[in-house]
Structure formats: structure tokens, C-alpha cells
């Protein structure tokens, strides 16, 4: 991921776990209109009786349909041990959230820890991960960086950091945004799944930029707009700024995922979700 508040990383665009393979897939990204039995006020009066996405329950389904995108799981706590190189100019993508080497939020991630916990199997990397960020370089991490990650993630105070990290610096700022812009549940996790793919730097393709370019055409509910227009415009832009980099082209995560869920209405992100993701098919009961 972007560090947001690093300015030496916020040109480097964030990670996306995914098979090479899939690089360069395309998907349709055409507007969903809102089904011809929703009006606006039924909308409208939809979002205002959801829960946050930070209700732990909808917090849970949260992180299992990013998961099911950056990991091709539901499983989401089984990724705390994650690590791999994917070879996308990030360095090592890591944890739940999909901490990278290359721009800065495994630096913060690994700094808290050492914060906490001093001497853990991770502190002896702090020098080097200072020195590798902002690029794709692995000096001074091979060829142990891979093993002791994962040792570190059986370590409970390790896990703990990851889930605050991927809190203050992803869900908060993003279920905060979506909350002042009176957006329901499922428009909280669209904001949420665009900055965990593109951080929310200064660059074209941020969080901050993409919902300034979904501004453009449409107005959030806080403004007088229709959440599911907005929301329609939000994902046309959130398409757009995948589609600036070859990584991230595949935009299934968007199509068949959350305009799946947009076009049902859903905007309370009630169960039951059937959702795919690069062709493969999810459920949550």
C-alpha cells in the first residue's frame, strides 16, 4: 500500500496481491443504473437505517470480501503470515492488508511493533526497510526477511499491530469519509477497498482524488445527491484509476463484486453476499 502521509512514497502506487497470470485482464465497467423499483427516497432512506462499517459484524465482512480480491480467501486471519514478492516494483507484499516494503506502511507496521515489543524477531529489519522504501529493492532483507515475518505473525502483539495499522491508516479514514458523506454501508467499503488498492496520496489515481473525480458527476448524499448515482459515478472513477496501471487492470473486484451489490440495492451490505472475483465465486451466509 501508499503510505498517505509519506511523501517520498505517495508517487509509488500501492499493491495488489494477484496472480501474475492475471495481470492485464480486462472486465467491463459499465454504469449500473439502480433497479426500476428503487426511488431515490426509498435509497436514500435505506442508507440512513444502515449500520457503520465499523459495526463489528459488517467490519468482518469488510475484511473478508478485500480478502476474497488480495487473496482469493475469505480467510482473512490466515494472511497475518502472508509475504510475497509479486514482482510489481513494491518490494515484499506482507499481513493483512497488503504492507509493502516499497512505500513506507510496512516501515510504520514493523516501527509500531518494535514500539511494543523491543527486540522482536522483525527490530534487526528496521535499517534496512528504511533504506529499500520506495523502492522494489530486497538489500539487507534476504534471505531471512520472508521466515521471520512469518514467525512473527504466530505472535499475537504482531497481529494486533497489523490490525491497528490497517485501522488508522485505511478503515478509519475511510469509514469516517464515507459516514460524512452520509453513504450507507456498502458505499463505507467501496471508499475502504479504494484506498487499500491506491492509498490516498497526492497522485491522480488516490483515494482523495478518485472520489474528488466521482464529485464531478455526481453529488453524495450529504449534498442533496442520490447515494446510488454517487455511487455508480464513485466506482466509474475508481475504474478509471485502476485501469492507469497495468496491476491493476483486472477491475472484477468493482464489476462483479461491489456493482453486483449496488445493483441489488444492497446498500446495508446484508447477507446474504454472492459476490466473484477474478472468475472465482464467493458466499457469505
Not at 512514497?9 to 480486462?26: D, Q, Y
Not at 428503487?38 to 462499517?53: E, I, P, R, T
Request: glycine share 8%.
Amino acid at each position: 500500500m501508499r503510505h498517505p502521509n509519506n511523501p517520498t512514497t505517495n508517487t509509488v502506487l500501492t499493491s495488489r496481491r494477484t496472480l501474475l497470470a492475471l495481470l492485464g485482464a480486462s472486465a467491463a465497467g459499465a454504469v449500473l443504473l439502480r433497479p426500476a423499483h428503487a426511488s431515490a427516497a426509498s435509497a436514500a432512506s435505506a442508507a440512513a437505517s444502515c449500520v457503520g462499517l465499523d459495526d463489528p459484524a459488517k467490519k468482518e465482512i469488510a475484511m473478508k470480501l478485500v480478502s476474497s480480491a488480495e487473496n482469493s480467501s475469505l480467510d482473512w486471519k490466515a494472511q497475518y503470515k502472508y509475504i510475497e514478492d509479486i514482482g510489481d516494483g513494491r518490494g515484499y507484499t506482507a499481513g493483512i492488508i497488503g504492507f509493502c516494503s516499497g512505500t513506507g506502511d510496512m516501515l510504520d507496521l514493523v516501527q509500531l511493533y518494535t514500539d511494543r515489543k523491543p527486540g522482536n524477531v522483525l527490530a534487526k529489519y528496521l535499517p534496512a526497510l528504511r533504506r529499500v522504501n520506495g523502492t522494489d529493492s530486497h538489500s539487507g532483507l534476504d534471505p531471512n526477511f520472508p521466515s521471520d515475518w512469518r514467525k512473527a505473525a504466530q505472535d499475537t502483539a504482531f497481529q494486533q499491530a497489523q490490525n491497528d495499522e490497517r485501522d488508522r491508516v485505511y478503515f478509519n479514514p475511510a469509514v469516517q469519509q464515507g459516514k460524512t458523506d452520509r453513504l450507507g454501508t456498502l458505499g463505507q467499503f467501496a471508499y475502504y477497498d479504494a484506498i487499500v488498492m491506491h492509498g490516498d496520496g497526492d497522485d491522480s489515481t488516490s483515494f482523495r482524488n478518485i472520489r474528488k473525480r466521482a464529485l464531478g458527476k455526481a453529488k453524495p448524499p450529504a449534498q442533496g445527491g442520490d447515494e446510488v448515482t454517487y455511487l455508480n459515478a464513485f466506482l466509474d472513477a475508481r475504474v478509471w484509476a485502476m485501469k492507469q496501471e497495468e496491476a491493476h487492470s483486472d477491475t472484477t473486484r468493482v464489476d462483479t463484486e461491489q456493482r453486483v451489490f449496488l445493483r441489488k440495492g444492497n446498500l446495508c451490505l446484508n447477507t446474504p453476499l454472492d459476490w466473484k472475483v477474478y472468475g472465482d465465486s464467493y458466499h457469505i451466509g
